[in-house]
């Protein structure tokens, strides 16, 4: 079967280029505004793909961008919109939490939310890195670009990604005057209101300021008391001050403020609930549900106890012309981000993993460059970066319905208060030489050491087991350094059509086992190592309206931080659940990924976006699998790396006799089977399945009104998102669920 789908891919990437090369309509890329009478679509230039303004025709990093218009076009209104967009990636709300994200790209990303884990994919806002998977969930209210680079990035940017990076820029306020107002309603209660204002002063000063108020009513409903869940409701704010010294020095203050005040994120137990009977035996508590979700969920939480999040901070970027060959910038951040969330893991009305998490999270990062152009043949970038991020955290589990004793039960409480302590330093060097006509060089080394701390304390409280005050503390400290290289060819065939191959090694911090409960489980894991080797080949027809972007790519992938759940001594009269964290695995990936676009005539936007990847474990280390030859299959299959993913989208504007603009528009996004779980439950798997859309917009002949329908889901599919695993405690697997089929209307005015 791997076999037939490489076979596809193959024809399928081929066939593309052949009607490339015989076609002699083109489009850029996806991020065209698109008009009526349009015949080709603008060059599309990224900035953050090698620092500094280029063609995404001609950077050798396979990356996908979308402007404000094509996020509209997606329907993307906060960041996990893009999922289905970009090849090889995955893109959701993560695992019960309203506010996280949970992103993989080649099969690489955070298989576990807890803070004690990187992210594997770097997320950034203005060149800023943020540092947790909390809080990144980000609501796209003043965006102006969005760039997804796949593969290890670790030369140029802030902090090491061995998945890639997701990279923000927003409104500037000198490039973006004027401003907006825009009003959304739609199904499930939803209301939206956005707003954009900036105004320049001289010719030295600007500012903008930016907001945004979200709402929507909850589309998982607790049947017993009606209340609604997985609900929205946003605010947030962003002041930019922009200032400029001539034409050698520019900088950018910036304030950005969100809060969430959200219910409950539920999902649906997709395995049987049980409590353990301390006399012998267990008691079955639940089966799961057959048929089709109805989003209808248990929770044995009280309607007031919900998921709340404060997120707020500030940077300042300079940037000073030394010399004509010469530049000097520097990204000065600090964030604080808090969260106070209640999580239903096993999502019924028993206690059985029922959690409350608040995070108080503090980030300092600073990062210099200094850039070097001779305006011929040879660009370098010379950085140093720092960041220094406290994480206290204070939790609570809840399980009065795990343990009993005959008919009587059991209360359980523990507390944990830890402290984690990040600091990373880094150095980097990339250098670009074209060192012969059409031929280009480029070569890059960072160094990284990354030192934390982590403190833990945990208490027991039952009314029959007695009380532990603390019934463990403990503190542990490491440090992990790293050399990752990066290395490109590249040629470039004609003035429209360039090719490359590329090495990049890609590293991602250890840690330790933030669910330690005894001594035998306080443990350190080592660092995440990746190698990828690709080539690519980005073309575009001489008429500017065809364009396509094809990467194939080979990855070895060392030391998968992989968060297990076993039981300990399942014979003791009390059973002893842990959650250790192994340096597994070892993994083989290897994909080719397709963007294309195509303007036919004069109004009619076709894209399509391929991906194809095998992601195969060639080692996994597992204690439990030696133990019970009954989990061989454990491990079969990597989760969030589905064999292919595929989308194609199409509009058409019809250009009105008042010289308005009305435009239709649709897409239909493929996603194979996803495992959603490190260890291979049946239950967390999701099928292969398809999603639609469809939108009509109309724009006023002076570009000033604007109005907006559009449906997301058009078929109503019932489809699996996010997992949580426990199995260890009441056999929990919970499931979380994409949005139903929503519709929605809006209408903006531009000033």
């Given at each position: ?151 290890p990035q670790g030369t140029l940017y802030g902090k090491n990604s061995t998945g890639g990076a997701v990279k923000i820029s927003t ?129 044995s939480f009280a309607p007031d106890q919900g998921q709340d999040m404060t997120h707020k901070g500030a940077a300042l970027n300079l ?26 893991i096993d999502a019924s009305e028993f206690e059985l993993g029922d959690v409350f998490v608040g995070v108080d999270q503090r980030q ?388």
């Open positions: 079967m791997k076999r037939n789908h490489l076979s596809l891919a193959i024809g399928l990437t081929l066939s593309l280029v052949a009607l490339q090369a015989q076609a002699q309509e083109a489009v850029d890329g996806q991020e065209g505004e698109g008009q009526a009478t349009a015949t080709t679509l603008d060059t599309i230039e990224v900035t953050t793909a090698r620092r500094r303004a280029e063609s995404i025709d001609e950077v050798p990093v396979a990356v996908s961008a979308f402007g404000e218009s094509a996020l509209r076009d997606l329907q993307a209104t906060n960041i996990d919109g893009l999922q289905g967009a970009v090849p090889n990636m995955n893109i959701v709300q993560g695992r019960g939490s309203s506010n996280s994200v949970n992103v993989f790209i080649r099969g690489i990303g955070q298989p576990d939310a807890l803070q004690t884990f990187d992210p594997g994919v770097g997320m950034y806002v203005d060149d800023v890195y943020y540092s947790r998977i909390n809080g990144a969930l980000f609501s796209l209210f003043d965006v102006n670009r969005v760039e997804v680079l796949r593969g409104r500037d306020p000198f490039e973006d005057q004027g401003g907006a107002v825009e009003l959304t309603v739609g199904d499930y209660g939803r209301l939206e209101g956005r707003a954009y204002v900036s105004g320049q002063f001289g010719d030295s000063v600007a500012m903008s300021l930016a907001a945004a108020k979200i709402s929507r009513d909850g589309y998982v409903t607790d049947p017993p008391t009606g209340k609604d869940y997985n609900d929205e409701d946003t605010a947030a704010a962003r002041f930019k001050l922009g200032f400029r010294a001539g034409d050698d020095f520019t900088g950018t203050f910036s304030l950005d403020y969100t809060r969430q005040d959200n219910a409950l994120t539920l999902g649906r137990p997709v395995a049987p609930l049980y409590s353990v009977n301390l006399a012998g035996g267990i008691v079955l508590l639940s089966l799961p549900e057959t048929g089709e979700y109805d989003f209808r969920t248990r929770t940037q000073w012309q030394l010399s004509d060959a010469w530049t000097a910038k520097s990204i000065t951040a600090w964030r604080k981000l808090d969260t106070a969330s209640f999580i239903d300092l990062s600073q990062e210099l460059q200094l850039q070097y152009d001779n305006g011929d043949n040879l660009r370098a970038i010379f950085g140093l970066y720092y960041m220094d991020e406290q994480v206290p955290s204070h939790q609570e589990a809840y399980a009065d319905d795990f343990l009993v004793w005959g008919a009587t039960p059991i209360s359980f409480l523990r507390t944990i208060d830890d402290d984690l302590s990040n600091k990373s330093v880094a150095g980097f060097v990339h250098v670009d030489w074209d060192f012969a006509p059409t031929w280009t060089l480029a070569a890059g080394l960072r160094y990284t050491k990354d030192s934390k701390d982590y403190y833990r304390t945990t208490s027991t409280f039952s009314d029959v087991l007695g009380n532990a005050d603390p019934a463990l503390a403990f503190s542990i400290s490491d440090s992990w350094t790293a050399l990752t290289p990066s290395l490109s060819l590249q040629k470039a065939f004609s003035d429209n059509m360039m090719g490359y191959v590329s090495a990049n090694r890609g590293y991602k911090a250890g840690g330790f086992n933030g669910r330690a409960n005894a001594a035998t489980e306080i443990s350190a894991f080592e660092p995440e190592y990746v190698w990828t080797y690709e080539a690519g080949l980005k073309m575009r027809s001489g008429d500017g309206r065809l364009s396509g972007r094809i990467a194939a790519f080979h990855s070895q992938y060392k030391d998968f931080q992989a968060r297990v759940s076993e039981v300990i001594n399942p014979n003791d009269p009390i059973p002893n659940f842990a959650f250790p964290v192994l340096n597994a695995a070892e993994l083989a990936i290897d994909g080719i990924e397709f963007e294309g676009v195509a303007r036919l005539g004069e109004g009619t936007l076709l894209s399509a976006q391929l991906g194809w990847m095998n992601a195969r474990y060639e080692e996994f280390i597992d204690p439990r699998v030696a133990v019970n030859p009954a989990l061989a299959n454990l491990h079969d299959n990597v989760p969030f790396s589905p064999d292919f993913t595929a989308r194609i989208a199409l509009q058409h504007g019809f250009e009105l006799a008042n010289g308005s603009l009305l435009t239709i528009g649709g897409d239909v996004s493929y996603r194979d089977e996803t495992w959603l779980s490190v260890d291979n439950a049946p239950g967390l798997r999701q099928g292969a399945y398809t999603v639609a859309g469809l939108f009509g917009g109309w724009d006023s002949a002076d570009g000033r009104w604007q109005g907006r329908l559009g449906v997301r889901n058009l078929t109503d599919e019932v489809y699996k998102t996010d997992g949580q695993e426990f199995s260890s405690i009441g056999g929990i697997q919970t499931v979380y669920y994409g949005a139903p089929r929503n519709y929605y209307a809006s209408i903006r005015y531009n000033f």
